[in-house]
């Protein structure tokens, strides 16, 4: 446990497994009172949660309504909000010319609309206390663009363009914005892919393998911690050197 973290309270959307569910447990081990949301697996999210440090909330991060109700909550049982991490992100990967509205619509609303949704209800807090840390997970789609993922590079790019805007506006309120940019990672999302895929993305990555959720965690729980309190608008690139 770490007295850096003893004290904070935390939000993490898409908490119950992945990536959130590591930062989620990095966070509580350290200390911290967690909060994270999940759609629809219950028995994911009990897998984490305790029900008194670590809370799980069903929540759709798509829903201004569900948002604010959350974040309500959250400082209703544990008085503060500190961290924020927009983790929760969906992928519908297909071509332009094959792509719906509906591919389009659900990943700009999960990944980019509910970053807003969450940050608009946890700002006002964070001003009011001047301090408070928030790490938008996004992705390296989102940096260099990948063919399939137009809707989710959109979505990816859209985070670190709201990260850098963010920054400026609440840096003298000492509270820091960054982004996390990541590569392939071995989570259920990755998991999907064809053998083919990806043995031609371990190709293109120099370290010769995909990260594991946890080390990402312990990256992101440095950008959320004191020691980088110095560090705002930046985008932390993690990807094993697939896009030097």
């Known amino acids: 446990m770490s007295e850096a973290f003893s004290d904070k309270v935390a939000i993490v959307t898409g908490g119950s497994r992945g990536i959130g569910r590591a930062i989620v447990q990095a966070l509580a081990r350290e200390g911290a009172k967690v909060a994270f949301t999940y759609v629809q697996n219950k028995a994911l999210a009990d897998e984490v949660a305790n029900g008194e440090t670590i809370l799980a ?9 569900q948002a604010k109700d959350l974040v ?14 927009n983790n929760a992100g969906i992928t519908r990967d297909k071509l332009l010319a094959l792509m719906s509205e509906k591919d ?14 969450l940050t608009k209800q946890v700002v006002g807090l964070m001003l009011r206390q001047r301090s408070g840390a928030i790490l938008n997970v996004t992705s390296i789609s989102g940096i260099v663009g990948m063919p399939g993922q137009v ?18 506006e609440i840096a003298k309120a000492n509270v820091t914005v960054n982004a996390l940019a990541l590569g392939f990672v ?15 993305a371990l190709e293109q990555i120099p370290l010769g393998r995909f990260a594991k959720a946890d080390e990402m965690a312990e990256i992101a729980l440095f950008i959320v911690s004191p020691k980088a309190g110095y560090m705002t608008g930046q985008v932390v690139q993690v990807d094993g050197g697939l896009a030097i």
């Open 186 to 200: 071995e989570t259920d999302m990755t998991g999907v892919l064809n053998a083919e895929y990806r043995t031609k």
């Open 72 to 85: 309500k909550q959250v400082k209703e049982r544990f008085g503060r909000v500190d961290i924020l991490v």
């Open 57 to 65: 909330f069903q929540a759709d991060v798509t829903s201004f309504d």
């Open 104 to 117: 389009w619509d659900d990943v700009i609303d999960t990944n980019l609309k509910g970053a807003f949704n």
């Open 151 to 168: 809707n989710y590079s959109s979505s990816k790019a859209g985070m670190i363009g709201f990260t850098k805007a963010l920054a400026k």
